[in-house]
């Protein structure tokens, strides 16, 4: 018993990891495609 929960809480920290990766991932696209049209952001 311990010994999944263990397990389930390191792949939920695995997940936890891989989504903060994505979700920073797509915000520095973001940031950068932003800066480089800086008038798409005003309109």
């Known amino acids: 018993m311990p010994s999944s ?3 389930v809480s ?3 920290r695995l997940v ?3 989504l903060h990766k994505m ?3 797509r ?3 973001f940031i ?3 800066s480089s049209k800086p008038l ?3 309109s």
Do not use: G, M, P
């Open 40 to 42: 798409a952001i005003s």
């Open 5 to 7: 929960a263990a397990d």
């Open 16 to 18: 936890i990891e891989e």
């Open 10 to 12: 390191t792949q939920s």
């Open 23 to 25: 979700s920073t991932r």
């Open 27 to 29: 915000s520095i696209k």
């Open 32 to 34: 950068t495609r932003a």
